[in-house]
Protein backbone atom coordinates (compact mmCIF):
# COMPACT_ATOMS: atom_id res chain seq x y z
CA UNK A 1 0.00 0.00 0.00
CA UNK A 2 1.33 3.29 -1.08
CA UNK A 3 1.65 5.58 1.67
CA UNK A 4 -0.29 8.08 0.09
CA UNK A 5 -3.41 7.19 -2.35
CA UNK A 6 -5.08 9.80 -4.60
CA UNK A 7 -7.15 9.50 -7.87
CA UNK A 8 -5.84 10.56 -10.65
CA UNK A 9 -8.92 11.28 -12.28
CA UNK A 10 -9.40 13.23 -14.99
CA UNK A 11 -12.24 14.62 -13.20
CA UNK A 12 -14.44 16.65 -15.56
CA UNK A 13 -17.12 19.24 -14.04
CA UNK A 14 -19.30 22.31 -15.13
CA UNK A 15 -18.65 25.80 -14.25
CA UNK A 16 -20.50 26.67 -10.98
CA UNK A 17 -20.31 23.05 -9.63
CA UNK A 18 -18.65 21.81 -6.21
CA UNK A 19 -16.12 19.75 -6.24
CA UNK A 20 -14.28 17.56 -4.11
CA UNK A 21 -11.14 16.05 -4.19
CA UNK A 22 -9.53 13.32 -2.12
CA UNK A 23 -6.76 11.47 -0.74
CA UNK A 24 -5.98 9.06 1.56
CA UNK A 25 -3.03 8.07 3.26
CA UNK A 26 -1.95 5.03 5.97
CA UNK A 27 0.76 6.69 8.15
CA UNK A 28 -0.68 7.63 11.52
CA UNK A 29 2.20 10.01 11.82
CA UNK A 30 1.40 12.67 9.26
CA UNK A 31 0.27 15.76 11.27
CA UNK A 32 0.55 18.37 7.95
CA UNK A 33 -1.24 18.31 5.43
CA UNK A 34 -1.27 20.61 1.96
CA UNK A 35 -2.86 21.02 -1.13
CA UNK A 36 -1.16 22.43 -4.19
CA UNK A 37 -2.52 23.67 -7.62
CA UNK A 38 -0.55 23.34 -10.33
CA UNK A 39 -0.93 24.54 -14.06
CA UNK A 40 0.77 22.29 -16.96
CA UNK A 41 4.77 23.10 -16.65
CA UNK A 42 4.60 25.30 -13.91
CA UNK A 43 5.84 24.93 -10.45
CA UNK A 44 2.79 23.54 -7.88
CA UNK A 45 0.82 26.26 -5.71
CA UNK A 46 0.16 26.22 -2.21
CA UNK A 47 -3.36 26.56 -1.94
CA UNK A 48 -4.47 25.18 1.97
CA UNK A 49 -1.94 24.02 4.71
CA UNK A 50 -3.70 22.37 7.32
CA UNK A 51 -2.55 20.69 10.98
CA UNK A 52 -4.06 18.10 12.60
CA UNK A 53 -7.64 16.91 11.67
CA UNK A 54 -10.22 19.77 11.42
CA UNK A 55 -11.58 22.60 8.56
CA UNK A 56 -10.16 25.31 7.07
CA UNK A 57 -11.44 27.51 4.57
CA UNK A 58 -10.19 29.86 2.12
CA UNK A 59 -12.47 31.78 -0.27
CA UNK A 60 -13.79 28.93 -2.11
CA UNK A 61 -11.84 26.38 -1.04
CA UNK A 62 -12.82 24.31 2.06
CA UNK A 63 -9.90 21.82 3.13
CA UNK A 64 -11.01 19.27 5.65
CA UNK A 65 -8.57 16.46 7.41
CA UNK A 66 -9.79 13.61 9.68
CA UNK A 67 -6.93 11.89 11.24
CA UNK A 68 -9.13 8.66 12.80
CA UNK A 69 -10.03 7.48 9.06
CA UNK A 70 -6.64 8.91 7.35
CA UNK A 71 -8.40 10.87 4.86
CA UNK A 72 -7.90 14.60 3.34
CA UNK A 73 -10.60 16.61 1.30
CA UNK A 74 -10.21 19.79 -0.92
CA UNK A 75 -14.05 21.26 -1.77
CA UNK A 76 -14.23 23.87 -4.36
CA UNK A 77 -17.13 25.96 -4.46
CA UNK A 78 -18.18 27.72 -7.61
CA UNK A 79 -15.63 26.22 -9.55
CA UNK A 80 -14.13 28.25 -12.59
CA UNK A 81 -12.34 27.62 -15.74
CA UNK A 82 -9.81 28.55 -14.12
CA UNK A 83 -9.85 26.27 -11.37
CA UNK A 84 -8.78 23.55 -14.56
CA UNK A 85 -5.68 22.24 -13.28
CA UNK A 86 -3.88 18.98 -11.38
CA UNK A 87 -4.63 19.01 -7.34
CA UNK A 88 -1.93 17.62 -5.26
CA UNK A 89 -2.28 16.38 -1.95
CA UNK A 90 0.37 16.35 0.26
CA UNK A 91 1.34 15.45 3.98
CA UNK A 92 4.54 15.45 6.51
CA UNK A 93 4.78 14.15 10.09
CA UNK A 94 7.40 17.25 10.68
CA UNK A 95 6.90 20.66 10.67
CA UNK A 96 9.85 23.20 9.49
CA UNK A 97 12.15 22.60 7.23
CA UNK A 98 13.39 19.15 8.01
CA UNK A 99 10.56 17.42 6.86
CA UNK A 100 10.16 16.10 2.96
CA UNK A 101 6.54 16.11 2.04
CA UNK A 102 4.73 12.90 0.62
CA UNK A 103 2.79 13.54 -2.25
CA UNK A 104 -0.45 12.42 -3.79
CA UNK A 105 -0.51 11.65 -7.79
CA UNK A 106 -2.42 14.15 -8.33
CA UNK A 107 -5.89 14.44 -9.59
CA UNK A 108 -6.27 16.14 -13.02
CA UNK A 109 -9.41 18.37 -12.87
CA UNK A 110 -11.52 20.02 -16.24
CA UNK A 111 -13.85 22.90 -15.25
CA UNK A 112 -16.18 23.15 -18.19
CA UNK A 113 -17.44 26.72 -19.21
CA UNK B 1 4.18 33.97 0.90
CA UNK B 2 7.61 32.44 0.84
CA UNK B 3 8.86 32.84 -2.19
CA UNK B 4 10.90 29.92 -3.91
CA UNK B 5 12.68 31.16 -7.35
CA UNK B 6 14.66 28.58 -9.88
CA UNK B 7 16.43 29.25 -12.70
CA UNK B 8 16.50 28.74 -15.59
CA UNK B 9 12.65 27.92 -16.33
CA UNK B 10 13.39 26.00 -19.41
CA UNK B 11 16.83 24.57 -20.93
CA UNK B 12 17.77 22.93 -23.66
CA UNK B 13 21.34 21.00 -24.21
CA UNK B 14 23.36 18.66 -26.14
CA UNK B 15 23.81 15.07 -25.16
CA UNK B 16 27.39 14.91 -22.81
CA UNK B 17 27.06 18.22 -21.37
CA UNK B 18 26.37 19.45 -18.21
CA UNK B 19 23.31 21.37 -16.68
CA UNK B 20 23.16 23.58 -13.68
CA UNK B 21 19.81 24.54 -12.19
CA UNK B 22 19.55 27.15 -9.19
CA UNK B 23 16.87 27.45 -6.55
CA UNK B 24 17.23 30.70 -3.84
CA UNK B 25 14.30 30.96 -0.99
CA UNK B 26 13.55 34.89 -1.43
CA UNK B 27 12.64 35.59 1.75
CA UNK B 28 13.95 33.06 4.20
CA UNK B 29 16.56 30.61 5.04
CA UNK B 30 16.31 27.32 4.36
CA UNK B 31 18.51 24.89 5.99
CA UNK B 32 16.76 22.45 3.97
CA UNK B 33 15.91 22.16 0.61
CA UNK B 34 14.41 19.47 -1.79
CA UNK B 35 14.72 18.51 -5.32
CA UNK B 36 12.27 16.40 -7.34
CA UNK B 37 11.85 15.04 -10.72
CA UNK B 38 8.87 15.12 -12.33
CA UNK B 39 7.21 12.92 -15.39
CA UNK B 40 3.97 13.72 -17.30
CA UNK B 41 1.46 13.16 -16.01
CA UNK B 42 3.16 11.91 -12.90
CA UNK B 43 3.48 12.91 -9.28
CA UNK B 44 6.62 14.98 -7.87
CA UNK B 45 9.20 12.04 -7.28
CA UNK B 46 12.09 13.13 -4.61
CA UNK B 47 15.01 13.21 -5.46
CA UNK B 48 17.23 14.47 -3.14
CA UNK B 49 17.46 16.35 0.04
CA UNK B 50 20.23 19.11 0.13
CA UNK B 51 21.17 20.40 3.10
CA UNK B 52 23.32 23.52 3.75
CA UNK B 53 27.01 22.81 4.91
CA UNK B 54 26.71 19.52 4.47
CA UNK B 55 26.53 16.28 2.05
CA UNK B 56 22.80 15.81 0.14
CA UNK B 57 20.60 12.80 0.76
CA UNK B 58 19.73 11.22 -2.41
CA UNK B 59 16.89 9.08 -2.40
CA UNK B 60 17.11 5.15 -3.69
CA UNK B 61 17.93 4.63 -7.42
CA UNK B 62 19.55 8.33 -7.94
CA UNK B 63 22.70 8.49 -8.81
CA UNK B 64 24.89 11.05 -6.51
CA UNK B 65 27.38 11.09 -9.42
CA UNK B 66 25.03 12.64 -11.84
CA UNK B 67 22.68 14.86 -10.18
CA UNK B 68 25.54 16.98 -8.07
CA UNK B 69 23.54 19.31 -5.28
CA UNK B 70 25.56 21.89 -3.99
CA UNK B 71 23.95 23.84 -0.89
CA UNK B 72 26.60 26.35 -0.07
CA UNK B 73 24.02 29.17 1.65
CA UNK B 74 20.99 29.40 3.98
CA UNK B 75 19.05 30.80 0.54
CA UNK B 76 20.67 28.79 -2.20
CA UNK B 77 20.67 25.49 -3.70
CA UNK B 78 22.12 24.25 -6.96
CA UNK B 79 21.30 20.92 -9.14
CA UNK B 80 23.88 19.92 -11.68
CA UNK B 81 23.27 17.25 -14.27
CA UNK B 82 26.27 16.03 -15.57
CA UNK B 83 27.15 14.16 -18.40
CA UNK B 84 23.20 14.65 -19.47
CA UNK B 85 21.60 12.45 -21.75
CA UNK B 86 18.09 12.85 -23.37
CA UNK B 87 16.66 9.95 -20.67
CA UNK B 88 17.20 12.96 -18.27
CA UNK B 89 15.04 15.16 -20.47
CA UNK B 90 12.82 15.83 -17.63
CA UNK B 91 10.67 18.68 -15.58
CA UNK B 92 12.49 19.09 -12.52
CA UNK B 93 11.33 21.14 -9.42
CA UNK B 94 12.78 22.49 -6.01
CA UNK B 95 10.98 23.40 -2.65
CA UNK B 96 11.97 24.33 0.32
CA UNK B 97 9.88 24.77 3.82
CA UNK B 98 8.89 27.74 6.06
CA UNK B 99 6.26 26.07 7.63
CA UNK B 100 4.31 24.79 4.60
CA UNK B 101 6.46 24.04 1.25
CA UNK B 102 7.29 26.41 -1.28
CA UNK B 103 8.29 25.50 -4.88
CA UNK B 104 10.28 26.71 -7.30
CA UNK B 105 8.71 27.14 -10.90
CA UNK B 106 10.36 24.26 -12.01
CA UNK B 107 12.82 23.30 -15.18
CA UNK B 108 11.90 21.75 -18.15
CA UNK B 109 15.55 20.19 -18.93
CA UNK B 110 15.23 18.64 -22.89
CA UNK B 111 18.81 16.53 -23.92
CA UNK B 112 18.86 16.49 -27.83
Known amino acids: QKEVEQDPGPLSVPEGAIVSLNCTYS??????FMWYRQYSRKGPELLMY????GNKEDGRFTAQVDKSSKYISLFIRDSQPSDSATYLC?????????????FGKGTKLSVKP | GAVVSQHPSWVICKSGTSVKIECRSL??????MFWYRQFPKQSLMLMAT?????????EQGVEKDKFLINHASLTLSTLTVTSAHPEDSSFYIC????????FGQGTRLTVV
Open chain 2, 95 to 102: SARDGEAF
Open chain 1, 27 to 32: NSAFQY
Open chain 1, 50 to 53: TYSS
Open chain 1, 90 to 102: AMSAYVGSQGNLI
Open chain 2, 27 to 32: DFQATT
Open chain 2, 50 to 58: SNEGSKATY
